[in-house]
């Protein structure tokens, strides 16, 4: 039960630091796009 409420947890965190990073990523591209 334990292990379910922190893998959980993980998840969520994961997925929010790859919306981060791939916003982020998006971000460069179209600066380098732009240069």
Same mark, same amino acid.
């Given at each position: 039960? !334990?292990?379910? +409420? +922190? =893998? =959980? $947890?993980? +998840?969520? #965190? +994961? &997925?929010?630091?790859? $919306? *981060?990073?791939?916003? &982020? $990523?998006? !971000? #460069? *591209?179209?600066? #380098? $796009? !732009?240069?």
């Amino acid at each position: 039960s !334990l292990t379910q +409420v +922190v =893998g =959980g $947890n993980m +998840v969520k #965190v +994961v &997925a929010w630091y790859d $919306n *981060e990073w791939g916003y &982020a $990523n998006r !971000l #460069v *591209e179209m600066a #380098v $796009n !732009l240069n």
